[in-house]
């Protein structure tokens, strides 16, 4: 990566060139003849080249000349601001850079004496002496003293990297394979974190040494002769440990010029920078936060570097888990800066994360317009691509991710995947191949190459991808996966295997499926109420207690506000619904708290925000939720109807009106019994009640557990919360094989048995045809012995 020396130098080059009338400025032919020139694969129309120009003129206001247009410095702020690639634009243009410009600048001293004083090299030019940064009139060293402050740091420094060089304590991990964040490191000029991760040896002597001069040095920042020298030392300081990845050093320079400077935008925005990279994101947000208050307090002052603070608010958000949060700051950057590529892929990754795919690829697609090398953007519109079942187009993005970005592991992973599904089973597994070239310990990639070489019919290869797997990780999945292979094996030995080692099945149609006693589940329900549970599973709002619920009701005040049509209601905006999830789920992992977050908004939100208006009834959400959240049924259905009570139109009272209680229970069948609800969901919208009818809890009960009309399926999921963790003995699924967990399904006259998942499908073993089959439900294998002990005893009575 070029030095920011160099950098600037590539600008300048890039400047030149178009200033056809050498004014020392680019007027708007000048600019649009650049923006066309650095983007030969780009077609633009005259519409789209006097936006660019208009918001370029219009947000580097500052920067204007006059009738000159855009000056060199002006040019070089908008690729600080990341609104274009230098090192891109440069190769496009086909320019060279003469080396003799640079040659001067350097990242540290070349001096190597042990005394500091004599280290410095007496007659060197400041502008020679560290990175570029410090040069810079906004953002660089104002004071002398701070000079000869950060010339005996990069000392300090080259001392300690020598040192842990030697005794081999320095580490780097290239991380060009992965995914960029895409986010804007620093304020103004500077040079970006280089591809390789430097980890330093903080627990030896040398470190020690360090930790202790540069004691020093801070307390020579904290004896200048003012506040604001004081200030500058301690942020140059600050920049240097940055730029040589000493992050938690570097936090605590930038701490004290917070302290010095509270109303300054730059320490915090760098210290916030630190403490994500030290992987502190909700310190890092809250620094972000007041860099944010300081930049609008300031006016125009810090006006250009809001969509930086915007963009990084919005990653700090993100690992923190806040992703429909993260949405709204990548937006306000877009704005602020449309040609922010970034902050547009970013907020397209972001919109992918939370299941709003076709908001989604229209975002990436305009990051790409701008950036067409953009590796991470293609590979993410490909994932949104495939998301939306356009797999063709999706395998041609992911191709081009790939071309640009050879060992990209993200691209190459999530291709695999895409061919799994296709069941192009040998394709994928050359995918995983090549993830396992760059990433050797990816055991997913791993378990994935074994499960699509077994897709290929290739088993002994697929056992060896097993036996790879299970000595990168013990997880359950791969003993799972290894009692699956061995089942299959011992069915194909037998001649009743499919082409792939799969068993094979025959569907049933649902009239010939028969239940025997009162207590075995209709195939139809259990298939609904499988659907629940596993989204249950996959939000967690199994493990979320429903009393919480009842307590954001009591605890937190929500205005009231008035729809469209009059109607008062607690309405609340997407983001802030995600912080309400948040303290609801505080147990989760910020990436399985995402997951969560996806699964709510593809399934309820988008059911309840119908209009696309980013606003929900919080009353109609928590009524939603508490049916599936944990506790004893009464308890559930109680909150449900209190939340239906808070709401302002049955506020105050102890009933709620009849018509609100339909609505809920056509809402509840939507969601969550979509093969029914959605056909009701025409209903409700256009549904009066001319009575205004009064319902009460025990009257909204009955609502609630009818069968046909209410939501009488939680009976069904109630038995499968208490008993899908229940194992069988030896007893396995007579089509997927799989060993039975949950409840056994045994067909009384060809005695095979089925588990939940082929029972609810209607799948049955190829040689067992018949007319109708009947099946008993065992919930565990208790029941079962007991039902036989039963029929052996009938037996003994009926043999005298």
């Known amino acids: 990566m070029a030095s920011r020396g160099s950098r600037s130098e590539k600008v300048k080059r890039i400047f030149h060139q178009f200033d056809a009338n050498h004014d020392g400025g680019l007027n708007r032919e000048e600019m649009a003849a650049l923006v066309v020139a650095v983007n030969p694969r780009v077609k633009f129309s005259d519409e789209q080249i006097n936006a660019i120009l208009d918001e370029v003129f219009r947000t580097y206001g500052d920067f ?296 989604a690829v229209k975002a990436l697609e305009e990051a790409i317009f701008m950036k067409p090398d953009y590796a991470d953007a293609h590979c993410d519109l490909a994932s949104a691509l495939h998301a939306m079942t356009e797999d063709e187009r999706a395998i041609e993005v992911f191709q081009k991710a790939i071309d640009l970005k050879p060992g990209h592991v993200d691209a190459l992973y999530n291709l695999g995947g895409l061919y799994m599904d296709l069941g192009r089973f040998q394709r994928a597994s050359e995918m995983y191949t090549r993830v396992l070239a760059v990433w050797p310990n990816h055991w997913r990639a791993q378990l994935n190459k074994a499960v699509s070489l077994l897709g290929a019919g290739e088993t002994d290869e697929a056992k060896k991808a097993l036996k790879e797997a299970l000595k990168m990780t013990n997880r359950v999945e791969l003993h799972d996966a290894i009692s699956h292979l061995k089942q299959l094996q011992k069915k194909k030995m037998k001649g009743n295997g499919g082409a792939n080692g799969e068993g094979t099945f025959v569907i049933v149609e649902p009239s010939k499926f028969k239940t025997v006693g009162e207590k075995t589940t209709l195939r139809q329900d259990l298939s609904s109420a499988l659907g629940i549970r596993a989204f249950q599973r996959v939000t967690r709002l199994s493990r979320c207690d429903v009393e919480l619920l009842k307590k954001e009701m009591t605890d937190k005040d929500v205005p009231v506000s008035y729809s469209g049509g009059g109607v008062p209601e607690r309405s609340i905006r997407k983001p802030n619904l995600e912080e309400i999830l948040r303290r609801l789920l505080n147990f989760l992992k910020p990436e399985t708290f995402q997951g969560s977050v996806k699964a709510i908004n593809e399934r309820i939100l988008s059911v309840l925000d119908e209009m696309g208006s980013g606003r929900v009834d919080l009353g109609m959400f928590y009524a939603v939720l508490a049916p599936i959240c944990s506790g004893p049924p009464e308890k559930r259905k109680r909150i449900a109807f209190d939340a239906l009570l808070w709401r302002p139109v049955n506020e105050g009272g102890s009933q709620i009106r009849k018509a609100d209680a339909a609505s809920y229970i056509k809402l509840l069948r939507a969601i969550y019994v979509p093969s029914h609800g959605m056909s009701e969901m025409l209903e409700v919208h256009g549904e009066t009640d001319p009575d205004a009818s009064m319902l009460s809890y025990s009257e909204f009960l009955v609502m609630f557990d009818d069968p046909d009309w209410g939501f009488g399926i939680m009976s069904t999921l109630l038995r499968l919360e208490n008993g899908d963790r229940n194992r069988h003995g030896d007893h396995i699924c007579s089509v997927c094989r799989y060993p039975i967990i949950g409840s056994r399904f045994k067909e009384m006259k060809a005695h095979f048995s089925l588990c939940n998942q082929c029972y609810s499908e209607g799948k049955v073993p190829p040689t067992y045809k018949q007319e109708e089959y009947r099946f008993k439900e065992y919930s565990s294998e208790s029941e079962a012995m007991k039902d036989k002990c039963m029929c052996f005893t009938l037996q003994s009575h009926r043999d005298p």
């Open 64 to 359: 204007i000349d006059g009738e000159k247009g855009l000056t060199y410095e002006g040019l070089l702020r908008t690729y600080d601001d990341g609104a274009g690639d230098v090192d891109r634009d440069f190769d496009a243009l086909g320019l060279e850079l003469n080396l003799d410009d640079t040659k001067g600048i350097s990242l540290a001293s070349e001096a190597s004496s042990s005394s500091i004083v004599d280290e410095r090299a007496v007659d060197s030019q400041k502008k020679q002496r560290t990175a570029a940064w410090a040069v810079s009139p906004n953002h660089g060293i104002v004071f002398d003293d701070t000079w000869k402050i950060v010339d005996d740091l990069e000392i300090l420094v080259k001392r300690l990297k020598a040192k842990q060089a030697k005794d081999g304590k320095l580490k780097g991990d290239n991380f060009d394979a992965y995914s960029d964040a895409g986010w804007s490191r620093e304020l103004g000029p500077s040079s970006e974190l280089s591809d390789k991760r430097v980890f330093w040896e903080e627990s030896g002597h040398d470190y020690a040494v360090f930790v202790k001069e540069l004691g020093v040095l801070r307390s020579r920042a904290d004896g200048a002769r003012s506040r604001e020298e004081a200030f500058d030392g301690h942020m140059a300081i600050g920049r240097v440990l940055y730029e040589h990845q000493l992050f938690k050093e570097a936090m605590v320079s930038f701490k004290r010029a917070c302290e010095l400077q509270p109303i300054d935008v730059r320490p915090h925005f760098r210290a916030g920078n630190c403490l994500y990279v030290l992987g502190k994101y909700k310190e890092a947000k809250e620094e972000f936060v007041l860099a944010l208050e300081a930049a609008e307090a300031g006016g125009n002052q810090w006006a250009y570097l809001l969509p930086q603070i915007y963009v990084n608010l919005g990653i700090a958000l993100e690992g923190e888990g806040m992703v429909l949060s993260a949405c709204e700051y990548y937006r306000e950057a877009a704005i602020l800066c449309p040609t922010h590529f970034r902050a547009l892929k970013l907020l397209g990754s972001a919109l992918f994360g939370v299941g709003e795919y076709r908001a």
